[in-house]
């Protein structure tokens, strides 16, 4: 991981809740196993629903899908590809700007990517895999399980990213499980997400 990779997410208030924190986190940082260090212990595990925005446009998602598209992106809860991290990979291998994707079906990946984090979250992402990818379209996502089901979760990956909407099915794991977003640029201070390394810092200083 490049230098401009080791910003860390800084935490917040103690009433904070996993999309909550995930709204104001930082770029370039790898939350996973370390989130009880880096979160409150009160209040962390007030999570996301089935029923919540984010993962109600994945159940949207998932019911345009074709058998043939379920047999590319869709897999068991439980695969071993759910709990991979990685700064730069691709959990299936359909990218988003394929024609395997639908025109509708894009738009409702944009719905998911709206919902689960703030608006300025958002417009911060879209640059991040422009700049660093070309944009969404080269990014591949994947769906464990089946919403609507007791347990499912959605999933992008691709350059610097790995962002989940679970419907807080994996228990008591910040974000669905391990995270990461970020921007590569060489010069530090030029990261989209620079202002919140120097957030951190302050918190640890």
Known sequence: MQSSDKNVAQGSS???????FLKTAAGAAVVGA???ILLPSRGVWAAPTAES???TAVARFYQTLSDGQKAKIVMPFEHELRKKIHANWHVTEPLIGDDFYTAEQRKLVDDILRNVMSNDGYEQLIRQTESDDGGIGA???????EPGSDKFQWELTGRHLTLRADGNTVDRAAFGGPIIYGHGEEDVKANLYYYQTKQVNEVFS
């Open 34 to 36: 370390a989130s009880s």
């Open 14 to 20: 103690t009433h904070l809740d996993r999309r909550g």
């Open 53 to 55: 925005a984010a993962e």
């Open 139 to 145: 990014y591949s996502m994947a769906i464990f399980g």
